[in-house]
């Protein structure tokens, strides 16, 4: 079992169960909510998580990217903890469970939902396999803003409410970059083994420095985003008020990541992938206080 949690990578599920969080609690400020499309939109977006780390470890290995030289966490199937067929598998269970969840949510929003779901499927298989893989071509960043930013937020906030608003689609930009900001973390510690292995990350394409300063716009960008959707009208002080209180853990990691390279990254991998969470859980927070 303990091979499976490496696997699954526990530490990276913030980035699905923030954004989530986010949509069904403005949902709820906007006094529209389901609770039980609240639990299943949750489960549905952990499981395509937990499917997108087996993808990664899996394709990866069959790829040749992973190595001996791979500064990050283990991959199981890399250092032959659990068999290739055994992971893939496991992918294949998750993205299966999801999308018979996926089902009720398909239900309930419509075909909005279901080329949302079949779209958000297509991005965890191709995320590290298929013909033409977006971790490989400097799309992973994008990929995690789309899709555990402005897909699961205002994907969540439309099944809750049947429309989408300026809010959520702010909140979902403010999120999404944040998870952006987590894969680039990843990929910056990685620069050195991706180049060796072909692997043309956005860090591989920037640099050292320019990814750096990307992080820095990355992280700040949704403090910015939140206040100017106060100043707008469209969330309340509270939101600003309450994730500003996240402001200096993010300025300590923008700092740290200045300065760190190679497998020193991979402690403040884990602590942007909390701010992703503790970000999301204030501004909802802050939503609630609102009311």
Not at 29 to 42: C, G, N
Not at 90 to 119: C, N, R
Not at 147 to 173: E, H, M, P, R
Not at 190 to 215: M, P
Request: aromatic share 8%; net charge neutral; hydrophobic share 55%.
């Amino acid at each position: 079992m303990s091979y499976w949690m490496m696997a699954i990578r526990p530490r990276t599920l913030p980035a699905a169960i923030g954004p989530i969080l986010v949509g069904n609690v403005l949902a709820f400020y906007h006094q529209d909510f389901s609770a039980l499309v609240a639990v299943a939109s949750m489960v549905c977006a952990v499981l395509l998580q937990i499917g997108v780390n087996l993808a990664n470890d899996y394709f990866d290995f069959k790829s040749g990217v992973d190595t001996d030289e791979r500064l990050g966490p283990t991959r199981v199937t890399q250092q032959g903890l659990l068999a290739p067929g055994a992971v893939r598998n496991g992918m294949i269970l998750s993205l299966a469970v999801a999308t018979l969840i996926g089902q009720y949510l398909i239900f309930i929003g419509g075909w909005p939902i279901a080329l949302l779901a079949l779209f958000a499927l297509a991005g965890a298989l191709c995320y590290s396999g298929g013909p033409y893989p977006l971790a490989s071509h400097g799309l992973g960043e994008i990929a995690a803003y789309v899709y555990f930013g402005l897909v699961a937020v205002v994907g969540c906030y439309f099944i809750q409410t049947g429309t989408t608003d300026a809010s959520a689609w702010l909140l979902a930009s403010a999120v999404g970059l944040l998870n952006a900001a987590i894969m680039l973390v990843n990929n910056t510690r990685d620069r050195t083994t991706d180049i060796k292995a072909g692997k043309h990350t956005l860090a591989v394409r920037l640099g050292l420095e320019r990814s750096q300063l990307l992080y820095q716009m990355l992280i700040a960008a949704p403090y910015l985003m939140v206040t100017l959707g106060w100043l707008m009208g469209m969330l309340p002080g509270a939101t600003v008020a309450a994730c500003a209180v996240s402001i200096p853990m993010a300025k300590a990691l923008a700092m740290e990541f200045a300065s760190t390279e190679g497998a020193a990254l991979n402690p403040l991998l884990g602590r942007t992938a909390k701010l992703t969470m503790i970000f999301s859980g204030l501004a909802s927070g802050g939503l609630l206080l609102a009311l």
